[in-house]
């Protein structure tokens, strides 16, 4: 890995360089490279509330959904609540469901089959709001592309309101209201919100034309954090505020849905715990059955039933972690069989392998070659070939896609990960063209980078130290745990043994002119 040093404007350099480090110059070189540099900025990123959330009627679109979903209120509608099967759709739909059934009789929500029916609005979706009398569709997470199923849906006289954070075309589906931050009309000051996020813009708007105290809001904030670690959005601005709410809620009273991931976390809980603690169960319901079964735990009102959904839900995921292993390794003996290590890319396809797990699949694969991964699912019955694609710091995989459309179905998804669908026939030439742009795009191969922040001397080392940098969570993109460089020399080190079952762990100490010693340990 190649270390590379944060930059830091020249005047704050200078301003390091002729004073000498402090636990404070530390902390507030820190701020500084997060983009904190006065006081205003620092209180709202260190003591975030719910005052520091923008108004959520500055966002495009935002007062056309709340009058049609109040129309539907007054005239007593059947709605549907449409979203994505992976963390951020499921609770997405958790929050909707939960808010909206204080007010309206007849409400219901849909998924779709990963296997079956695939990513976004599916016309087996729509066709069950049509056959369910329902009027009015509210597609979160998703729906920014699929202009063709909204027009669908108009002619069967259903309106759609979306709320997707994902990149949009250039044509945008004729939806009654697109909630999307990112797209070209938008001048909402937050950008960065996921799925969920979005939709719970549209809780605090329906909450304030509705005149409903703001703890009704409140309440969901917990589910809002959850899918902001999850869905790994940048963790600044409105994320930060939410994640930081969110976790204070999870710590102090959690809900049915999530106690029984929680109570298995030592406290209190952090958006670590949330990515690699509860996400990973949350998402095994969309990958092997149905996601329907994270929404029923996520919104369950009973104790003992939610604590048995979740144990189902476990299972589940202790069973995709064995499918992952066995197909990560096939997918290693592939990129060897064809001699493809030296590669700029990686792609890789297989008609046995499960579809639910190819885009964990891409992140294991990118961890030892790193760079931009598909990995594909082939369908025997339709010829066709389902993707998820992954890719490395500086590089969207989304433009990637724009360059190889004239041989993709159809694709979608965010700078790093993707998803995409090509017909068999067009794989060799597809996987082609793909590894000829990434090189031109690249121009070099990839290699993987530590960012580090500062250089700082071992003595600062300190619980001291600890306790100020802990003031920066939660941690995320753009606002990442800080990593320091020191330099030790050989005769800095006092002990160093390797430790572990298998010896596959490194224990060192290091001790500096006549300061304390300093213990170390690098895991694997």
């Known amino acids: ?67 049609r979903i109040h129309l539907a209120k007054t005239n007593n509608e059947s709605i549907l609540i449409y979203g994505d099967y992976d963390v951020d759709g499921v609770t997405s739909v958790s929050v909707m469901y939960l808010f909206l059934k204080n007010y309206f009789k007849n409400i219901h929500y849909y998924i779709p089959d990963r296997e079956k029916e695939g990513y976004g609005i599916s016309y087996k979706g729509v066709d069950f709001a049509f056959e369910n009398n329902i009027s009015l ?40 209201a697109i909630l999307n931050p990112k797209q070209e009309k938008c001048t909402y000051p937050f950008k960065e919100l996921c799925g969920c996020g979005i939709g719970f813009k549209l809780i605090q708007a329906l909450s304030s034309h509705w005149e409903l105290s703001q703890n009704k809001c ?30 204070k ?36 319901a969309g990958r092997l059955e149905q996601a329907t079964l994270a929404v029923e735990l996520l919104i369950s009102e009973n104790m003992d039933e939610a604590i048995l959904k979740a144990k189902n839900i476990e299972q589940l995921n202790l069973k995709r972690r064995y499918i992952e ?54 369908d025997e019955k339709n010829g066709l070939f389902s993707g998820s694609a992954r890719s490395i710091a500086d590089l969207s995989i989304i433009k990637i896609f724009d360059k190889c459309k004239n041989f993709i179905v159809k694709y979608g998804g965010h700078h790093a990960a ?59 993109p753009k606002n990442m745990r800080p990593v320091f460089k020191s330099t030790i020399l050989s005769k800095d080190v006092k002990f160093v043994k390797a430790v572990g079952e298998k010896n596959t762990h490194l224990k060192i100490e290091i001790q500096q002119e006549t300061n304390d010693k300093v213990s170390g340990i690098a895991f694997g």
């Open 418 to 476: 993707a998803g995409l669908t090509i017909q068999k026939e067009n794989f060799a030439k597809f996987k082609s063209h793909f590894e000829n742009c990434v090189r031109k795009e690249l121009k070099i191969k990839p290699e993987k980078e530590i960012i580090y922040d500062l250089e700082i001397p071992i003595k600062l080392v300190s619980k001291d130290l600890y306790t100020q940098i802990q003031r920066l969570e939660p941690y995320g």
């Open 218 to 247: 409140d309440s969901y904030i917990d589910l809002v954090a959850l899918a902001t670690a999850a869905d790994i959005v940048p963790m600044i601005g409105e994320n930060r505020v939410i994640a930081a709410l969110g976790l």
């Open 137 to 176: 569709i509210i597609a979160l997470d998703c729906g920014i592309k699929e202009g063709d199923k909204v027009k669908y849906a108009k002619e069967k006289n259903i309106d759609f309101i979306i709320c997707d954070h994902h990149l949009p075309s250039d044509a945008l589906p004729d939806a009654l």
């Open 249 to 284: 809620k999870m710590n102090e009273n959690h809900r049915n849905g999530l106690c029984y991931f929680i109570d298995r976390i030592n406290k209190p809980i952090n958006v670590r715990d949330l990515i690699f603690g509860i996400a990973p169960s949350i998402n095994a």
């Open 1 to 67: 890995m190649k270390w590379k040093k944060k930059e830091l404007p020249n005047t704050i350099q200078e301003e390091l360089n002729t004073s000498p480090f402090s636990i404070n110059s530390i902390f507030k070189t820190l701020l500084i490279q997060r983009g904190i540099t006065d006081n205003t900025l620092a209180k709202t990123f260190l003591y975030p509330t719910i005052d520091s959330l923008h108004d959520p009627f500055l966002m495009y679109g935002m007062q056309e959904a709340v009058e």
């Open 325 to 378: 292993k066995q197909i990560t390794e096939e997918a290693f003996e592939q990129i060897k069989q064809n001699k493809e290590e030296d590669n700029f890319s990686t792609i890789v396809a297989d008609k046995n392998w499960h579809k639910g797990v190819v885009g964990i699949i891409a992140s294991r694969l990118i961890e030892t070659y790193y760079r931009p991964t598909i990995v594909f699912k082939e």
